[in-house]
């Protein structure tokens, strides 16, 4: 085998595939990364672990054509750190000799008979717009469970239901869900998985920048338990987690007594600088009044810090408290100027959503249920 190809273009590829490999893989050739050249100039370069594959293929100058499998952490440094020129890969015996100006590095050879088929790709079912899948997946990705405490919960629930996809997220302290819609192949379609959120968030990234990623769901005929992702000449699979999803959207309360309207921004800065004082654990407490809300962190002989933001009030005064991290975590990824607060009672879980105006309707495409903290009154 022997090609030339760019070195950005390898680097980019490279970094694409191997992003999902495990540290500590099952067995040693999934550390690999299989390149295979085609004559007719393309190089696809590989990646799976059982888990997650990855695919890509790129235009490059194949003089040879045939098939390597190298470690694909060391491939993916050496291909970042190169100097700006083309680069040209050779194998060599049992080596493979990589060149790009004056460096110049000798591989070794991994056992490709023993490299495992990747899983195949399902038939496309519908194509979902690049920037929303994107942000609906960071904005409820959030919520999951980073444990391994309730595994189930370290998943996003994806559930299809004709041109409507509903994404959702819990660590059973927070709640997210968004609502999206997309192009099914099949109007009538009709599907729920369970996406591991870490493996699903890195792809949202990696593919977010297409105009248009298609999702295969697989179905009935088809279960090996896979979702699968492309964008362009990116390719990605995942496997699904197994189990029945908790039914969490009873958490969403059925009636609000109090709604507060806030900058999103200011309340973003004003609640990190009074998080500054909160101990582990600590919560900050919101004390919501006509006008105003002040947010208050720390007591007694403890550092304390507080600040008050302009808002606009419907209803009782309110006064409630939440682990300030959480309450971050959700503000950060509203993408909307206004925060809206809607409140039952401080014992109870609050709902945040955005809206466009301090005095206009609420996105109800996005919500973020946050559980209180109880604190000393």
Not at 56 to 76: F, M, P, R
Not at 276 to 299: D, K, S, Y
Request: proline share 6%; net charge negative; with cysteine.
């Amino acid at each position: 085998m022997k090609f030339r190809v760019e070195r950005e273009v390898l680097s980019e590829a490279v970094a694409w595939v191997v992003r999902g490999l495990s540290s500590r893989p099952p067995v040693p050739v999934l550390a690999g990364v299989l390149l295979t050249a085609a004559e007719e100039g393309t190089l696809t370069l590989s990646a799976y672990d059982y888990e997650v594959s990855a695919t890509v293929t790129i235009e490059a100058e194949v003089s040879e054509g045939g098939q390597v499998l190298v470690l694909g952490k060391l491939l993916s440094d050496i291909a970042r750190n190169l100097p700006a020129k083309p680069v040209e890969i050779a194998t060599d015996g049992a080596k493979v000799q990589l060149t790009c100006g004056s460096s110049r590095f000798s591989l070794i050879q991994m056992p490709v008979t023993d490299y495992p088929q990747l899983p195949s790709q399902a038939e496309s079912s519908g194509t979902v717009a690049g920037d929303v899948f994107t942000q609906a997946v960071h904005q409820v990705s959030v919520a999951a469970d980073r444990g391994d405490t309730l595994p189930i919960l370290t998943g996003v629930r994806v559930e299809i239901e004709g041109e409507k996809i509903t994404m959702l997220a819990t660590d059973r302290y927070r709640l997210a869900m968004r609502e999206l819609t997309w192009s099914p192949n099949n109007p009538d379609a009709s599907h729920v998985s369970l996406i591991p959120a870490r493996t699903l968030s890195e792809t949202a990234k990696a593919l977010g920048a297409a105009a248009s990623v298609h999702v295969a769901f697989g179905d009935d005929q088809r279960s090996d338990g896979l979702v699968g992702f492309e964008a362009g000449q990116r390719r990605t699979t995942t496997r699904l987690l197994d189990g029945e999803y908790p039914k969490v959207t009873s958490i969403f309360p059925t009636s609000v007594d109090t709604v507060a309207v806030v900058d999103t921004a200011s309340l973003i800065e004003a609640v990190r600088r009074v998080a500054l004082v909160a101990e582990r654990n600590t919560p900050v407490r919101l004390r919501f009044t006509e006008g105003q809300v002040a947010i208050e962190a720390g007591t007694g002989d403890d550092a304390q810090g507080s600040e008050a933001v302009e808002a606009t009030l419907t209803g009782p005064d309110v006064e409630i408290a939440f682990n300030p991290q959480f309450l971050l975590d959700g503000l950060g990824v509203l993408n909307a100027p206004f925060t809206r607060l809607s409140f039952t009672q401080p014992s109870r879980p609050a709902v945040i959503s955005g809206q466009t105006e301090i005095d206009g309707e609420s996105d109800e495409s996005y919500r973020y249920v946050l559980m209180p903290v109880r604190f000393a009154g």
